[in-house]
């Protein structure tokens, strides 16, 4: 136990500086981005008929919402912000704090995500292993090779084969949007079919995305178990088939715990493609809205919340990896 | 089944490994009875088919290796190569022990010895799971080990000897009484190696054993084994009983081996290395006799014609020798 | 210092071993030979297929967004223009970014993780960290941010800022390939020695990790193609008129490629390239993982 | 609603009119948390359902005072444009019960000022600003114009403004907040405290998200999800026994595909302008009940030239890029649905120039497609032809550089058929775009492009028409009715034209000075120096005029019929209007 | 002519989050190698040889007491200063598979450090072929036949003696053989430790020979001094046979014990002494290392650690309060 907890008090320190500088970072980036959104506003205006010096006051309100002071100031003050939450005003939503817009968009990024890997991990574990063991067989050198595919191929082309295939072809499922309004949110079938429906595409692409990488892992790590010699002693002490089976998948699901918190910030990279596609109003959405909008703070927002759930993920795998591994749980150092 | 020691006879045993130059033997009719009770000894040096052997007394040769001919007939089991399936499975374990060659890593990392163990007794149909946690707390404590402590502990919370240890406890605790142990002491330090040899000795002794050492370590061999067989290039070159063949050894790769031990007392300049170097699957010749390339005693008869082992009974047992010069040194004396 | 040459026919007979290693690994799936000829096909198609169509590509306003047909297999995109000749024409741009983004991210991965493992200590703590940290960032929002700041205005800098983005993976693998070399005896011996550390690194670990550089090479490659298609593909890249993600951009989101069947080619166009691409690249990997496999290559 | 998913039918809940389905393009990604506070860019208000404005602007060929009532139900204008008195809806109620009242509206017009209006500039000497605003009685207001810097627009700038209720936004404004209006509008340290003052309400006013919608519309906001928005009837409405629909369901959109979508689909009622390709507006057509309104929209785009840069400055190689550009066939690939071939440049859209310039416009050339013209007008320039391509003078290569913002696809789709044409023509050409419209007009402003594209004649008001080429982007500010030059490249002069220009049949005229007088013309006046200025952009080419955009509507007539005509002057607005003009009925 | 003084070694376990575990590794060591002399160290796995054999190589640097090549004290040197001396100093490794390089051929492999040479020296092309030839004659190889192979086309023992040629083309004034043979065929093994003593008796180079097999210590000459090193502490050294003969440390006696008995050759000792439990480092450190394998402890072995000396009647050092002669080796059958 205290090992665990003082690896968790490792990564949490490791974890904060690591927001810390891409918190610096993001500013920096961002703050650095040219172009002049406050004469992009006044056009726009302008061809909405407004008068130019209106226009141009009206955009002086809007953008009154971005820090001001000099660099260092609006970065120390973006910093302690931070450290109370804080991370400022979203201009396109006419300084609504950031992290309540980015709390309503993450969860159309989140759940899908989570819905996604899990489905695909628990297909790809199986087939994975499947595919060890028929690896010097057709069917094996398909699934392996399948599963290469699969991982090779970038989200944008999965997403837009299924929205292609399902959405317009054969028009079976609906490919963009959330949910159907009028079903009243809340804990009715109808509002949760709807939700459902809407989620079957991006869920799947985001599914298909993994799993290529899920069947390839697991594949390698059954492979190696296979070649460890306790599986062959436990052959030769006559143990059962369930149980070996049973001493494979564990010890070669245990790598796997890693490669989790790795696919999970795949795939919230990857968010922006598939919620692009699917219309899905999730972060990634969110962040490419804020980039065209030159909304610096949502900007900065967006992308620090991907990273910080990519970090977090990163230590709950490892903790996980931690608790079912008794090697690390009693400090010893596990190479691999 | 409460059998006792068993008797094991390997007959013509033939083993294969498909490689890309095609399906090379690792071990090539082999003839060889381990009397019941007895601790037979092999030695070979590294890659002469010892482990092979081993395995194909389980019927556990691993793929791409099978085995083409021969039999191993073991007393209350009959021809070993016969077994299939789950009759094999419960054949092993539980009538035939097999500590590990790399007996260091035997054990699954995740899981406690006691954990396994339970296993062990689950897949072997064990009722009376207690007694056997009884029975292999009784066994590690009788190999100098705390059993209660050893039974909660993972696999890397033990030093080697005591992996070793469990090992041979894992191998004994079903009650079987043919116990193969491949390489025991590889990778142990001398004081370690000494204790582990001592339980095998007591073990064997006081469970009345049939046991199966295999070790390209003359010395543990000539330490424990009552019998001694010489593993070459896949063939068994000599065997008989150790002190005798220690003695008195005949085939010349057996006194080439037995002069090479660097000894503590004693002229150090008797000692000298065999010339050559041993053969790899590959190399080992095809026909003939598989030692000639180093044989200072070859004959013409030796590129063609492979020795027959030929046996004569002495004080202990018999001594089996396959060697041309042997045999035909042996006829002119007659 | 005198440099001496290396024993000529030993390496000659080696090479001809490997050649013959390869071809046998090659005929013994078939299926490899299509992922190697395809590589190859690609190769050619971006340096020689710009080369085949003018410089502008013929355009008939008559026909937009046209479906296939015999004239244009893959029909027109929305301003006419063949589809294959885009795809062919805008594969330069794409292939040879890619090309940059593989080398630059093999260059630096390896050079990082040669020196951080070679060195440890306290440039490795802060390599690696840092390593860990780009590993941690997501790449492609990064890029969308970085997208605005920069103008990938050529090829070249394109995969520079992708090579640039991409080395954190090849670093760390390459970083534990040298730590495991670096316990192997012959690297202490060659410093043991007096070998100067170019000698070491240049001619006992670089050669010994080659063929994996080789594959994560292959592997960056396609990683550069996706990340640029992608970024094209969003938009938030400058316009690009002859590019695969420029394609599949216009194609979805302004010809309405997912809404009416007649777009359908010009969408099919460019996600076919990737996914021809992305076989080919799986194929040929799948057959160096077993030439480079000393347990797969022994005979 | 999606493809595949539930249609209209599945709502069930509708009763009565039934459901409205319809899309606000103006409003991509619509927020779930958004506020109903009209002022927020991502907030729940829609134009003409829950959120009301003083009337409605009509779409108008030249006058831009006309308007459909709103909360005002009539309105006088000072004969001098002085002054504008508003007399509210008698029956107007707000959601909650509560009457409309001048209160409500003098409120509404003190917020519009901290966010910025027209008629509210807080900016020292801006044109056409209200100087008073004065509750005449609970149902009438009147506003008073500043005559030192007067407008033709005042009116509209009033008109077209959001009322919201007092009750709800009271709190808002300071007591003293008219005081310091004044005060901003002076010069001086103590204006510009008080600038800063109302800059910060005017944030404050931005973010404002009142509990509930409080609307004086036709309906008022139930709910909103990432998907879309339901809006139903409001009952207290005053027009309400008119307005047909019982919900109104606004879809939310990220991309224009997804309107497509709907479109083709059958799935909206009604939906705005989006730039969609030939094929898609087929599909469209196609659709059950499916119909398409187009009208007048006064927007044109052309293409400018930078004339800071060589060859740029020479007329006749402006002249030459006209001749040799085949308008027809650049529109057809870049906006086949949304714009019409500009007959000529003559700054002025097309339909309203004939109200404008009269028998003027024929003498205007057209610069017909021709290559033969553009050969000589290059000659003329002192171009060379070597091997078949057009050097400079001095025989270095010509290349003419189009910029485009990477997010204008249709701009880019025009420059690509332009490069072709031209490169066709002899003339090299490449397009390079920008990121996006923030840097594209940064960089455009900073004189970095030799060419870019350029909306113009923004009508109906001929002020806003000429300011385009000849305003501020052309080096001519007018600050306080006072118009000043600054030389090209300076002070956001990025189009380089001379101050004064000799045209034929003319003379030499000053454009900026021109343009400026439009401001407060009245439409007699204004006419004469219309004409002279088309000429002079005809003559002149500091941009050549592409196309002119036409508004196209598409409505749905399967549930709902009473849709405007072809070239309604209600076209520019939404359905929202109207419906609550009670124009739409239900389909029996 | 190699001596150390009082070397200490202790490593510092890293990975671990927070905290470190020291391994006392080597706890005061005295040695001297005289020019051409050989000494051996025995002792059990983790006792310290391979980092002391390292240390004596110049491998690995230690952390207190002195060591001395030639008479020049390496500790005032810096790094680099110290890599002269210490390539007088060569290693031999254990791992013959892994000492050389599987790309480079035995060419490639002498030609580095003999061009390097060749270089600073101002020599020709030909002298390097032609030393090439000669180190590969030196340790018993036919240029000729394995010049141009890959280290996988040679056996085991052809291996180490390329890995000592090697170790040869600097013209070291030591070999430090770490268990050069354990890893060896057993029929080939004699072959390399007559190599070694053949250098040392042809070039007069000085062998350190680390092995766990006493018997191999008295193959690399008679004239040799044997080092038992128990937890790093050396706690018997004298002349190899005498120590052999006459063990005087209880813990010498076990390890000589330990070697197994050929028997139908050899008869085993009177007084073996076998402790039954296995080593233990992180054991209590107060008093006699070893005291609690002892059999024959005393108390004051419990508070008292006794250091290396010579007292009367005993022909070797020892670290023992209670020396004393116990006949523990196996004895030919022939003598007895
Ligand atoms: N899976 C395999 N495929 C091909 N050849 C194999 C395989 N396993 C073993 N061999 C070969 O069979 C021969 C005998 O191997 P085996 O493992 O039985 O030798 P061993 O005597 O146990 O050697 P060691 O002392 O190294 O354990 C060797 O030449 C080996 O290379
Ligand atoms: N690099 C290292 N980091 C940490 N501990 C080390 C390191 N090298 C050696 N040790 C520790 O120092 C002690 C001595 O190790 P050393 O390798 O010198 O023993 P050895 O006598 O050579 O053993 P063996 O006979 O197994 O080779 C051991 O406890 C070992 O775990
Ligand atoms: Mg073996
Ligand atoms: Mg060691
Ligand atoms: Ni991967």
Known sequence: ?336 | MAQQAPGVRIDGLTVVYKTPAGELPAVRDITLTLEPGTITGIVGESGSGKSTMALSLLNAVQPPGRISAGSVEIDGLGDVVGLKGEDLRKARGKHIGYVFQAAQNSLNPLKTVGKQLLDLGRSHGVEDLRGLVREAKELLGRMGLDGARVLDSHQHELSGGMRQRVGIMLALVLNAHLVVLDEPTTALDMITQANILKIVREVHAERGLTTLVITHDIGVVAEVADRLAVMYGGRLVEQGPTREVLGSPRHPYTRGLIQAIPRLVGDIDEARALPGRPPTLATVPKQGCVFRERCALRMDVCDTVDPLPQADQGADGSRVVACHAVTANVKEHA | MSVLLESSSTSAAMRRNFWAGVWRVMKRKPSRMVGAVLVLGFVFMGVFGPMFYPAQLPLDPTRITAPPSWEHWLGTDDQGRDVIALVVTGSRYVLLAALVTAVITVVVGTGIGLFSGFKRGRWDNVLMRLTDMKLTIPGLPLLLVLSTVWKFSSAIQMGLVLGLLGWGGVARAVRSQTLSLRERGFIEAARGLGLPTRHIVGKELLPSMAPYIAMNMLIAVTGGVYAQVGLFFLGVLPYESNNWGQMLNTAVFRSGALQVPSALGFLIGPLLAILLLTLAIVLVVDAMDEIFNPRLREE | ACSGGSTNSSGGSGGGGGLFTTIDVLKPGLDASGPANPWAPKGNSFLGYNAMKLGWIKNHLTDPNQFYPGIAASWEIAPDNSSITLHIQPNAKWSDGKPVTADDVKLSLGLASTTGSTAFAVTPGAAGVASDVQVVDQKTVKVSQDMKNPSMKFARGIMDNWVVPAHVWNSLLPADFWDKLKAARETGADADKAREEILAIGQKVLAFAPPKDVSAGPFTLERVNPGEALLVKNKNFYNAANVAPAQVKLLNYNGNEQIWNYLSAGKLDQAGFTAMPSDIMTRIKNAPGSNVIRGFSPVAVGMAFNQSKKPYDNVHVRRGLAYLIDRDQVTKVASPEGGTPALTTSGIHQKPAQEWIGSELASLNPYKHDVAKAEEEFKAAGLKKTGGKWTLADGSPWKVSMRAPATFSDWISAEENIKSQLIAGGVDAEVVTVADYPVYLEELDAGKYDVGFWLMALGPAPYDIFQRLYGAANGWTNVAGKVAHSAPGKGGNWMGSAEEIDVEGVGKINPGELTAKLNAATPEQAKPIMAQLAKTANQDLPAIQLWDYVNTQFTNTSRFTGWPEQDSDLLRLNAGVWIQLGLIKAKQ | MITGTGVVKTFKQRGKVLGAREVRALRGVDFAIPKGGAASFIGESGCGKTTLGRIIAGLETYDEGEIAIDGVSMSPLKQKQRQPHFRKIQMIHQDPYSALNPTRTVHQTLFAPLSLRAGQTGRSRSWVEERAAEVLSLVGLDPGTVLSRYPHQLSGGMRQRVVIARALTVDPEMLVADEAVSMIDVSLRLGILALLKDLRERLGVSVLFITHDVATARYIGDDGELYVIYRGQVVERGAVDTVIADPVHPYTQSLLSAIPVLHGLEQPGEQPVTPLESLDESQADEGCLFARRCPFRGERCESERPLLQLTQGVPQEHACFYPERRSVIARPMSEV
Do not use: C
Request: no cysteine; glycine share 10%.
């Open chain 1, 1 to 336: 136990m205290v090992v665990i907890a003082r690896r968790l008090a490792g990564h949490l320190a490791r974890g904060v500086v690591m927001i810390l500088v891409v918190a610096t970072i993001s500013f920096f980036i961002v703050r650095s981005i040219p172009g002049d959104p406050v004469a992009a506003n006044v056009q726009k205006l302008v061809q909405q008929g407004m008068d130019q010096q209106a226009a141009e006051q009206a955009t002086r309100v809007l953008y009154g919402f971005q820090p001001k002071g000099s660099l260092w100031e609006q970065y120390t003050q973006y910093m302690s912000g931070l450290l109370r939450f804080d991370l400022g005003q979203s201009i396109t939503h006419a300084g609504a704090p950031v992290t309540q817009v980015l709390g309503e968009a993450a969860k159309w990024t989140v759940l899908p995500v989570l819905v996604g890997t899990l489905l695909s991990f628990l297909v790809g574990i199986l087939m994975g292993v499947y595919a060890a063991i028929k690896r010097s067989g057709k069917l094996g050198d398909v699934l392996a090779i399948s599963g290469s595919l699969l991982h090779g191929i970038p989200q944008y082309v999965l997403g837009l084969l299924l929205s292609a295939v399902f959405a317009t072809l054969i028009p079976i499922l609906p490919g963009d949007g959330p949910v159907d309004i009028l079903f009243e949110p809340g804990f009715n079938a109808g509002y949760i079919g709807s939700l459902a429906q809407h989620a079957v595409l991006p869920v799947l692409t985001y599914a298909l995305a993994s799993y290529g990488g899920w069947i390839l892992a697991m594949k390698s790590s059954v492979v190696t178990v296979l070649g460890d010699d306790f599986i062959l002693a436990a052959e030769l002490r006559g143990m059962k088939r369930s149980i070996i089976f049973r001493y494979i998948a564990r010890n070669a699901i245990l790598p796997l715990f890693t490669i989790l918190a790795l696919s999970l910030g795949l795939l919230l990279g990857g968010a922006v493609f598939i919620e692009r596609i699917f219309n899905y109003p999730g972060l990634g959405l969110l962040l490419l809205d804020s980039i065209t909008m030159r909304d610096y703070a949502l900007m900065g927002g967006a992308f620090l919340l991907i990273t910080v759930s990519i970090i977090v993920a990163n230590i709950l795998a490892d903790l996980f990896y931690s608790a079912i591994d008794p090697r690390v749980r009693s400090g010893e150092e596990v190479s691999s």
